[in-house]
Nanobody, 118 residues
Framework: EVQLVESGGGLVQAGGSLRLSCAAS????????IGWFRQAPGKEREGVVC????????YYTDSVEGRFTITRDRAKSTAYLQMSSLKPEDTAAYYC???????????WGQGTQVTVSS
């Protein structure tokens, strides 16, 4: 069974940090691109960051550049999103996505809530 399970969300004050985890199972973790998305209430889901499967090339949306870092541990089949200098506008449900390059195959986790208080 294919699964992506996010964890690590919570309530934090502005300026604080959180690390989200995305644990994968049921597929070849090393062969997929991993992305983190977020969705705030009343807003569309947006891409936050993506790490490609081959050269560890990463892409960040402008609003998190320099504050968020994505990494992946192939041995643990887990991706991480280190979030620092958090702002209230970072408040959202965060989702992990795994995409198979060259196909439309994708897997999503159930999401983890991040709430940043001012």
């Amino acid at each position: 069974e294919v699964q992506l399970v996010e964890s690590g969300g919570g309530l934090v004050q502005a300026g604080g940090s959180l690390r989200l985890s995305c644990a994968a199972s049921g597929f070849a973790f090393g062969d997929v691109a991993i992305g983190w998305f977020r969705q705030a209430p009343g807003k569309e889901r947006e891409g936050v960051v993506c790490i490609k499967y081959d050269k560890y090339i990463t892409y960040y949306t402008d609003s998190v550049e320099g504050r968020f870092t994505i990494t992946r541990d192939r041995a643990k089949s887990t991706a991480y999103l280190q979030m620092s200098s958090l702002k209230p506008e970072d408040t959202a449900a965060y989702y992990c996505r795994a995409g198979v390059p060259g196909t439309t195959i994708e897997f999503w986790g159930q999401g983890t809530q991040v709430t940043v208080s001012s």
